[in-house]
């Protein structure tokens, strides 16, 4: 129902900087968020950043001061600026959308929405 597509993923050297974007089609109605989860070998897969439809945001503190989520006006695409990347910032990148309105009301269904994931490896 819901397709995200990534893109901005790739090698970049430590210190260095990428911007991660996801565009959310299909059909998307009510309360919805919207995050980077990322997943390192050997690790589990963990919440990197969120938005909700409000506007608010969280961030792993591991990553917060470096990187920014934001959305746009559109409100169908988040980006995830990524700033002072570090080694350990390497992982699979990937974009969520969770339909809350669906969550709460309709928990059987699916509300659950994930990209294909995107590389990125901060290496000297």
């Known amino acids: 129902q819901v397709q995200l597509v990534e893109s901005g993923g790739g090698l970049v050297r430590p210190g260095g900087s990428l911007r991660l974007s996801c565009a959310a089609s299909?059909?998307?109605?009510?309360?919805?968020?919207m995050g980077w989860y990322r997943q390192a070998p050997g690790k589990q897969r963990e919440l990197v950043a969120r938005i909700t439809n409000g506007g608010s945001t969280n961030y792993a503190d591991s990553v917060k001061g470096r990187f920014t989520i934001s959305r746009d006006n559109a409100e169908n695409t988040i980006h995830l600026q990524m700033n002072s990347l570090k080694p350990e910032d390497t992982a699979v990148y990937y974009c969520?959308?969770?339909?809350?309105?669906?969550?709460?009301?309709?928990?059987?269904?699916?509300?659950?929405?994930w990209g294909q994931g995107t590389q990125v490896t901060v290496s000297s």
């Open positions: 299909g059909s998307i109605f009510g309360i919805y968020w």
């Open positions: 969520n959308l969770r339909d809350i309105t669906t969550m709460i009301s309709r928990p059987s269904d699916e509300y659950d929405y």
